[in-house]
């Protein structure tokens, strides 16, 4: 089928607690207000409050479920931090329908002779250690939906690797094994998880990765969400260690 042709009635995701990492803006925030639009209480997530506290305010203005803000560093998470965030999300919903591991950092776009290894370790620990580690925490509560996606970014550049891409294009090839990994080894079977490659899309990082591209050309991020909400709701149950493209062509 054609993801970006799919079209979501409108109560696809009521009743459904999504947390949303990197909701504070580009894709993570137009998969939040989507969403939110579409019935579900979203968790948003990200380094920059302010950031989140606007769109949490313009998710209430939409007439949308009351989203809820959840702060963590992901670069720096500790297990304590996460035992927060798990208990946290347990008094307030008891149980979690959906992840969206939507947050990551580009690192540099250079060679790997000449990459540094602190850049390095940042890009793995944001992109690769905490969709990893998050999913692995969270799960208890995802084992109390009756239906729970877990979706994982991944990229062109992790499907194959591209010079000067570095550790996003290693981070990319590892969360896609990741996501298979969850899916071949998973034990409930009310949980699937799956990859979605976004494409090039009108965003901060893809502007930071390709300076000199006109991002007029460049579709924007709330074009793509289709997709996104094909993998969050119940027309992909089917659907498990997959990776799918946001934009066909």
């Not at 307030?92 to 329908?97: A, E, P, S, T, V």
């Not at 990551?104 to 580690?133: C, K, Q």
Request: some cysteine; aromatic content about 6%.
């Amino acid at each position: 089928m054609k993801y970006s042709e799919y079209q979501p009635r409108s109560d696809l995701l009521k009743d459904r607690i999504i947390l949303i990492t990197g909701a504070g803006d580009g894709i993570g925030r137009a998969a939040a207000i989507s969403y939110a639009l579409h019935g579900a209480t979203v968790v948003l997530h990200g380094r920059t409050l302010n950031k989140l506290e606007v769109i949490y305010d313009e998710i209430e203005s939409l007439g949308a479920p009351q989203p809820a803000i959840l702060p963590l560093q992901l670069s720096s998470a500790s297990e304590r931090d996460y035992e927060l965030l798990v208990d946290t999300l347990d008094r307030q919903f008891g149980r979690l329908d959906g992840i969206l591991h939507n947050a990551g950092i580009l690192g540099e776009r250079t060679e790997l002779i000449n990459y540094s290894p602190d850049v390095w370790d940042d890009v793995m620990a944001v992109n690769l250690r905490a969709p990893f580690v998050l999913t692995q925490e969270l799960l208890p509560l995802l084992q109390k939906s009756q239906h729970a996606s877990v979706v994982f970014a991944s990229s062109g550049v992790g499907r194959e690797a591209r010079e000067r891409w570095g550790a996003y294009s290693v981070s990319k090839i590892g969360i896609e094994a990741v996501s298979q990994l969850f899916a071949k080894e998973n034990m409930h079977p009310n949980i699937r998880y799956n990859c979605i490659n976004p494409g090039a899309t009108r965003t901060a990082m893809r502007a930071k990765a390709y300076p000199t591209e006109d991002p007029l050309t460049l579709p924007l991020p709330e074009s793509i969400m289709p997709a996104y909400l094909y993998l969050m709701g119940d027309d992909s149950l089917h659907l498990n260690g997959q990776s799918i493209d946001a934009q066909d062509d």
